[in-house]
């Protein structure tokens, strides 16, 4: 009997960037940091409980666990509902990961139900695919692939390759495990050149290992190696993907690829290899709690014993892993355990007890994969390839229809005449009420636009006059300045050689003050040019920019100023550099013109695809509703900088109580 299938294809999530990339690095520990700061607003402070959970996720999953139910708790207690689904969806993805199944399905319905309310559609496509990888391990294949081809369905509509590229991987994923590898070789190669194009390292590595499962079966045959250059292939995509995976620390998908190279070895007669590489993969496992993982492992690990002639240590391993599959509902992989239990029951002579597991393997390869299974499969992905064809076919089958309908209509002429006059009527209003629609929706699109590029170009342009004068005043202005004082102070050297019975008290006392009105020109002048244009921003970046302004304006008597930056080592693109410090530059000066604060706090973390700023003081604050005001103090300028750059600029303020102002732009 040939028992192929040990989980050599990867189920990817959709929520957590990168897929199944668990690398700990500094990021958590500065996160925690500054989530634990007094007076972080509670917007972000959510965030940054998400972003923990994920950064902690190789470490210490009950950790992470710990940081999303934190996250769950501050979203709901400020009922934040899309802040809400996102940690609902975030826990069904730990959990889902412990192989948890069923908690997982609740967070993930708990999930689905608040983002359908919302009508946030590609987040609910991402829901769906998250559910289908429980389906899956589950052996709910056609539930699986239904929802599957779903989601792929809306992520091209909406043109987001990365979502599309772990869709297909999981697409592959289900029909390599229903033994259908041509088709499942399709979608992962589809996949394997989406995640090449869009350079997502470990989703590459992940289909990696996917394509290297397909050229170990094309290469082995009832446990023996037909093809070998087959072999060396799985071998070279499997070695491939362990450069990807160990670079960037993915230990879940490790566990995967070292117990493919196990299995390699294993067909080679290697045992003792087989068995380290099958260890290693072990540990990997449970080193994150993956359950379903453990007991794949336990299987190759029992085909090696068996193979070394240690049939009592192959049931063992075999036993463990059956009892896990069993729990987890994975009746694709318990029916492999049960054939190799019946195969190892046979090598050790005891023929009653190999009857048993064959009988239930019998049993269980019935009830998980059948010719009508095999056929609602392909039909099921027939139907989505087919689906433009099949409306067409509706519709014209409609259109009989209507004509059928229209000659019985006929005999009573009068009432078929008035009939049509009516539908002509009704036609040409819908087709003149569609047409204004239309028309006032793309004017309406127009006006938006050349209202956006006007503030671009105002914003733009803004920015190109002040390096101009910037420019201008040091290359200029501060030039000609420095030359005059040279030459004053050259007057004044020549004066000092004059006796001092020649010399003229009244004379020198003007030279000496128009030396030193020259002087507080070129600092003057210098001071502007800075402030128009900083250097430190031009050379160094936002970060850099924001310290050094910070450190002058810590001059200002009664005023403390506490700065956090955190993840912004990265230069950002230049035109949002600009315009972040320039409403840095306008929030900091509305606050020591108008808030009459003594302590500013400002925070800059940077998140995957999202910077944030927040700045608070401890000033007078101000009434939001009050539209004059609200315009007086620049407010406005700031909002429309901020909008420059597709973000959002929340101010939070209640007189008395001082100002919080929380700033998110997106980097992608």
């Given at each position: ?44 402070k959510i965030k940054l409980y998400g972003d923990i959970a994920w950064e902690l996720l190789a470490s210490d999953i009950n950790q992470a666990l710990d940081y999303a139910n934190k996250e769950l708790e501050l979203a709901t207690k400020t009922n934040r509902k899309a802040d809400i689904a996102q940690a609902e969806s975030d826990i069904g993805n730990i959990y889902n990961r412990k192989s948890s199944y069923d908690t997982a399905l609740i967070h993930y ?512 604050g101000f009434d939001k509703n009050k539209v004059t005001q609200f315009e007086g103090i620049g407010l406005k300028n700031i909002i429309s900088r901020v909008e420059f750059l597709n973000g959002q600029v929340e101010f939070d303020s209640t007189p008395g109580q001082g100002t919080t102002v929380v700033i998110e732009v997106p980097l992608v």
């Amino acid at each position: 009997m040939n028992y192929r299938k040990t989980l050599v294809s990867i189920l990817f999530f959709l929520l957590f960037p990168p897929a199944f990339s668990f690398a700990q690095n500094s990021l958590a520990d500065s996160l925690i940091k500054v989530v634990q700061k007094p007076g972080i607003h509670d917007s972000v402070k959510i965030k940054l409980y998400g972003d923990i959970a994920w950064e902690l996720l190789a470490s210490d999953i009950n950790q992470a666990l710990d940081y999303a139910n934190k996250e769950l708790e501050l979203a709901t207690k400020t009922n934040r509902k899309a802040d809400i689904a996102q940690a609902e969806s975030d826990i069904g993805n730990i959990y889902n990961r412990k192989s948890s199944y069923d908690t997982a399905l609740i967070h993930y319905n708990k999930a689905l139900e608040l983002r359908k309310a919302l009508k946030q559609d590609v987040k609910v496509a991402g829901v769906y695919s998250n559910i289908a990888t429980v389906y899956t391990r589950q052996s709910m294949f056609e539930e699986a692939l239904d929802i599957s081809f779903k989601s792929l369905k809306l992520f091209e509509q909406v043109g987001d390759e990365q979502k599309q590229c772990i869709l297909l991987g999981n697409i592959g994923y289900l029909y390599y495990d229903l033994e259908q590898n041509k088709s499942a070789e399709v979608f992962y190669q589809k996949g394997l050149a989406l995640a090449r194009k869009n350079k997502l390292r470990v989703l590459e590595g992940s289909l990696l290992i996917s394509v290297g499962g397909i050229k170990f079966d094309e290469g082995v045959v009832n446990d023996s190696i037909v093809n070998v250059s087959k072999m060396d292939s799985a071998l070279y995509y499997f070695l491939e993907a362990e450069k990807i995976l160990v670079a960037n620390n993915v230990i879940y998908n490790l566990g995967v690829v070292y117990n493919n190279i196990g299995r390699i070895y294993t067909q080679k007669g290697k045992y003792d290899l087989a068995v380290s590489f099958y260890e290693k993969g072990l540990k990997n496992r449970e080193a994150v709690e993956d359950l379903l993982g453990v007991a794949l492992s336990y299987m190759n690990l029992a085909t090696t014993e068996l193979l070394r002639g240690n049939a009592d240590k192959s049931i063992s391993y075999l036993e463990k892993s059956a009892r896990i599959f069993h729990s987890l509902k994975n009746y694709l992989n318990l029916k492999q355990a049960y054939g190799k239990l019946a195969e190892a029951y046979k090598v050790k002579g005891n023929y009653p007890e190999s009857l048993k597991y064959f009988e239930l393997y019998a049993k269980y390869k019935d009830s998980v994969y059948t010719e009508s299974n095999a056929e609602k499969m392909a039909e099921m992905q027939t139907k989505y390839d087919t689906e433009k064809k099949d409306l067409e076919i509706a519709k014209q089958k409609a259109e009989l229809e209507a004509r059928e309908i229209e000659k019985k209509r006929q005999q009573t002429f009068i009432t078929a005449l008035i009939g049509l006059v009516i539908l002509i009527i009704l036609l040409g209003y819908f087709i003149y009420s569609r047409n204004k629609i239309k028309q006032k929706a793309r004017m309406d699109k127009e006006i938006a636009n050349q209202r956006e590029i006007r503030s671009k170009a105002v914003i733009e342009a803004e920015e190109k006059e002040r390096r101009r004068i910037a420019q201008d005043l040091h290359d200029g202005v501060g030039q000609i300045l420095s030359a005059a004082k040279l030459n004053l102070s050259g007057l004044e050297d020549k004066m000092k050689l004059i006796p001092d019975n020649y010399q003229d008290p009244e004379r020198s006392s003007l030279l000496s003050n128009a030396l030193e009105l020259v002087n507080d020109s070129v600092k003057e002048v210098r001071a502007v040019s800075h402030n128009m244009m900083p250097n430190t921003l031009i050379k160094l970046g936002l970060a850099s920019a924001v310290r050094e302004f910070i450190t002058k304006i810590s001059s200002v008597p009664n005023l403390k100023i506490d700065l956090q930056i955190v993840g912004m080592e990265e230069r950002l693109d230049n035109t949002v550099e600009t315009v972040l410090y320039r409403v840095i530059q306008e929030v900091v000066a509305n606050i020591i013109k108008h808030a009459k604060a003594n302590v500013i706090s400002m925070q800059l973390i940077r998140h995957e695809n999202e910077l944030t700023i927040m700045i608070e003081d401890n000033g007078v604050g101000f009434d939001k509703n009050k539209v004059t005001q609200f315009e007086g103090i620049g407010l406005k300028n700031i909002i429309s900088r901020v909008e420059f750059l597709n973000g959002q600029v929340e101010f939070d303020s209640t007189p008395g109580q001082g100002t919080t102002v929380v700033i998110e732009v997106p980097l992608v």
